[in-house]
């Protein structure tokens, strides 16, 4: 049971590439976030979907894109890296049910230069 | 506007209890989660409560909810030094499909 998958583990960008974040899961969750964690920032909601079609943005959205065109996976985008994007990225899902718990993904490690 | 704040370390010797504390502003939060975060790994949950609770016992958690104060506390009983984490605590308000974290309390045990 694979869960929520994320891809790659780390990446080294230099500033102004382009690049994707992936992340699927095979769980049939409906609701699907993306979020940036930093040290003594917490984690902070990027953007997040409700179902297939359907995105909104979250607290710090700027500089990233997302698309939900199948409920398995929720693709982020940064259309071109900067140094401030430097962070540790975690893609969660979730069946949306208040008492289920939402899964997180291992995270993927980007470093901008 | 939400906002949850935690402490942002506590250090315990391993068999006592530790309590790791967290206040809220949200008075529409409708669920409040414990998640775990162990070096190098995603974050695991913990517990949850629900808002109209006031605390809820899972094992060696006891999760306390003082609503008036929109304060939220665990208690780890008997903390062991695998408990040794960052732990989240997090508020869900938008028909719970996201999640509001504080910043993380950093719990660390030594023998």
């Known amino acids: 049971n694979a869960g929520v998958t994320q891809t790659p583990k780390f990446q080294v960008l230099k500033t102004g590439q382009s690049m994707t974040l992936q992340c699927a899961q095979d769980?049939?969750?409906?609701?699907m976030s993306w979020y940036r964690q930093d040290p003594g920032m917490g984690l902070r909601l990027i953007h997040y979907s409700v179902g297939a079609g359907i995105t909104d943005q979250g607290e710090v959205p700027n500089g990233y894109n997302v698309s939900r065109s199948t409920t398995e996976d929720f693709p982020l985008r940064l259309l071109s890296a900067a140094p401030s994007q430097t962070s540790v990225y975690f893609c969660?899902?979730?069946?949306?049910?208040?008492?289920?718990?939402?899964?997180f993904g291992q995270g993927t490690r980007l470093t901008v230069v | 506007g939400e906002d949850v704040e935690q402490s942002l370390f506590l250090s315990v010797r391993e068999g006592d209890s530790s309590v790791i504390n967290c206040t809220y502003t949200?008075?529409?939060?409708?669920?409040l989660y414990w998640y775990k975060q162990e070096p190098g790994a995603g974050l695991q949950l913990l517990t949850y409560i629900f808002s109209n609770m006031d605390m809820k016992q899972d094992q060696r958690l006891t999760v306390l909810l003082n609503k008036k104060d929109k304060h939220l506390s665990l208690r780890i009983a008997d903390t062991q030094t695998g408990d040794s984490a960052i732990y989240f605590c997090?508020?869900?308000?938008?028909?719970?499909?996201?999640?509001?974290f504080g910043k993380g309390t950093m719990l660390l045990v030594s023998p």
């Open positions: 997090a508020e869900s308000i938008q028909g719970y499909s996201t999640l509001t």
């Open positions: 769980m049939n969750h409906e609701y």
């Open positions: 949200d008075s529409s939060s409708t669920y």
């Open positions: 969660a899902s979730t069946d949306g049910g208040p008492n289920t718990e939402a899964f």
